[in-house]
């Protein structure tokens, strides 16, 4: 009788402890808090993540071509090097214009002599004829007197009317040709003086001059070789101004509605990650860029001298564009805002591992906080990081 009551006790505790064990590793799952945070006042930014390249702005980069063909008979710069507007950076054979401009010289010299002549002879010769003129008119006036008189003959009427009408027409004749030889010796001597200048201009193509202040990006050509000028210039050197760069923003079609003129913009490049570059946006180009079948539209903006000196060209950029800020407003961690069935709601901590969940309505979303407009009020603990049983999650 014993011996089963016994057996009897072991089988009940036995089965209790199995239960107590069951319970124990099936028991229903609770809520566990990680991570919470205040919900506080404060400052808050809206801001977009973008990415962008540092590119030279317009008229920084400078090619710079001959505009005559000849040989390089000297290259006074390299890759790298400074220079300064107005700098002799290369030189030109420019014997062959020289000699040119020497017989071109000697032309005009004697180009301007003959229109000299032509200026002094030719006045001369028309007062001589006009006092001849004016000589053989008297005669023939005192002829014709005389005629009148019966105390000369016909013939000498006759030869002093001649000889008036031949002077005068010697008078007209040399007027004219004056006029002539003065209009083609003065054509002459501009024209001969155009080309003259023009010869120089073209001596002048062989000294190439820098521009721009800046530094040597390309060199193409060397001493010795020979430039061939065609329809296009030929380029010989690029001349980079390193202080005049912008940055250009490639802003995605769903964000580019919230980006205006003027807008702060904070960016970092890859070689300076721990510094932060600042600047505005300038414009806003309105034709659209497709890339990798995405659109996207530039906002550009322009860097200071003094950050440009630290940049270079073709840097990537990471942008952050604020497009809003607000001060003194009810903030809270982006990483207590959830969406569930289609509402934004957040859970506050009411006690150890005991939540409630609230429904909400945000403002500004910034990089770390979120503005809250509605359903939390300043010093409410949520939740940031939670694990909910299976039939609460989202």
Known sequence: MKRALVFVVLIVLVAGGGIFAYRKAFKSPSVEILESARVELGSIRGVLVETGILKPQVGAVVKIGARITGTVVSMKVKIGDEVKAGQLIALIDDRELRRNIERQ?????????????????????????????????????????????????????????????ALEANVKRLRDEYRTQLQISSARVEELEAQLKQLEVSLSYTQIHAPIDGVVSDVTIQEGETIVTGLQVANLVTILDTTRLEMWIYVDETNIGRVEVDQDVEFYVDTFPDRTFTGRIQRVHPQ??????????????????????????????????????????????????????????????????????????SGVRGEERTEIKAGLKAGDMVATKIILPPSNKP
């Open 105 to 165: 010289k000697a032309a005009l010299e004697s180009a301007r002599w003959t229109l000299n002549q032509v200026e002094l002879t030719f006045p001369q010769r028309i007062k001589e004829a006009e006092a001849n003129h004016r000589y053989a008119r008297v005669s023939y006036e005192r002829e014709q007197k005389l005629m009148e008189r019966d105390f000369t003959t016909g013939d000498a009427l006759d030869r002093a009317r001649s000889q008036f009408q």
């Open 288 to 361: 659209p860029i497709n890339r990798d079948n995405i659109v996207y539209y530039l906002a550009i903006v322009q860097l200071t001298p003094r950050d440009a000196e630290v940049l270079k060209p073709e840097m990537t950029t990471h942008v952050r564009i604020i497009y809003e800020q607000k001060d003194n407003v009810l903030t809270a961690p982006n990483a207590a805002l959830k969406f569930e069935e289609g509402r934004q709601v957040a859970y506050v901590v009411v006690g150890e591992n005991k939540v409630e969940k609230a429904e909400i309505r």
